[in-house]
């Protein structure tokens, strides 16, 4: 079954405390993609990748790190939780398409909480 | 920069009956793609139906339709004949051009109730 997995699925931490999100896709995409959903906001991205070893800032980068080690995995990473990071995230893949006709596969998100 | 318009927060409606989402769109790209998500409160995001910008036709998904008129810039989804599992939050969104990026733009979405 095609899909994107993500862990934990629901994360309580205090402020400064690192933490890994990882996040893993079965159907060989190239491009993956980080967002946070906040409430009225909708979902705004962190980082993308077009490949392995190729990453870059989406429009809400501050405070996150991520790498693309291997195709099926971008894990993203919070070296110092701020509470301003609460939010529900989700990880996003799709092959590259020419016109913008290719879905995005979404992750099932994960409910993050810094105290 | 694109930008994406959901202007219903909420909207309640009686089962049986059709619903329209609003979504207008700005982009100065010259192709670009525009998509419809549902998450229900479970919270995952379920892709529904896409319109191309040079597609000469509405796309239709069984029960969901997009009325797309590009010159008005707006892509409503329509839902015929609406069930209870409708209720949800919707989400338009739009990806451009440029190759690379696959960016999603999204709006602030719409929440959905159908009143039995």
Redesign the interface.
Known sequence: EAQVTQNPRYLITVTGKKLTVTCSQNMNHE?M?W?RQDP??????IY?S?NVEVT?K??VPEGYKVSRKEKRNFPLILESPSPNQTS?Y?C?S?S???????????G??T?LTVT | AQKITQTQPGMFVQEKEAVTLDCTYDTSDPSYGLFWYKQPSSGEMIFLIYQGSYDQQNATEGRYSLNFQKARKSANLVISASQLGDSAMYFCAMRGTNFGNEKLTFGTGTRLTIIP
């Open positions: 491009y993609s967002y009225g906001l909708g979902l705004r991205q993308y077009m870059d989406g429009d529900l989700f996003a799709s590259h398409s020419a016109q913008g006709a290719y879905e995005q596969y979404f099932p998100g409910r």
